[in-house]
């Protein structure tokens, strides 16, 4: 099986980053990999921001002038993962992470923000590995069931809560 060389960079303040977080990324990175059986070697950069920077990324980049979570930008189709593999190495893109949304989404949904990130995580590692749920169609489904079935393996399915009722 090969492995992920994960970049992690902070490029935000307002919100500090857990500990263990950048060890949940490398680990949902290689998860991702595993899962999809690819036995190539794999580079990811997974940038954090804040709320006002990906918005700009999200004007820029997709058109869309609001804030999202996480952005990806894949270096490849998913056809070339599916040929003959020729190459033992792939950079295979970029990952951004808005830690102020995570952070909300986290709240709103009633699950830690290692739940969170971890699911935001592996849903763009999963589009940098071709998948796209836009069409909501069956390619929606297939993504959906390869993240909870690797955030699961991970030991954060989607029912684990980690807030403590007082």
């Known amino acids: 099986m090969g492995k992920v060389k994960v970049f992690i960079k902070n490029n935000q303040k307002d919100v500090k980053i857990p500990t263990g ?3 949940l990324i490398r680990r ?3 998860a991702a990999l595993v899962e999809e059986g690819l036995n190539f ?3 990811v950069s997974v940038t954090f921001v804040n709320n ?3 918005r700009k990324l999200n004007e820029k980049f997709r058109g869309i002038d609001r804030e999202t979570d996480v952005l990806s930008f894949p270096l490849f189709e ?5 040929k003959e593999e020729t190459e033992d190495f792939y950079a295979l893109g970029d990952i951004v992470i808005s830690v102020e949304k995570a952070f909300e ?5 009633s699950h830690s923000i290692q739940r969170e ?3 935001l995580t592996v849903h763009s590692m999963f589009h940098l590995l071709g998948y796209d749920h836009e069409d909501n169609g069956l390619g929606a489904i297939q993504m959906r069931e390869k993240e909870e079935s690797v955030l699961a393996e991970l030991g954060i399915p989607r029912d684990a809560s980690f807030i403590v009722q007082s």
């Open 28 to 30: 949902c990175c290689n």
């Open 78 to 82: 998913r056809s070339e993962f599916e």
């Open 117 to 119: 990130i971890g699911f």
């Open 21 to 23: 977080i950048r060890l």
């Open 52 to 54: 006002a920077e990906i």
């Open 105 to 109: 989404q986290a709240n709103l949904y």
């Open 41 to 43: 070697d794999a580079e």
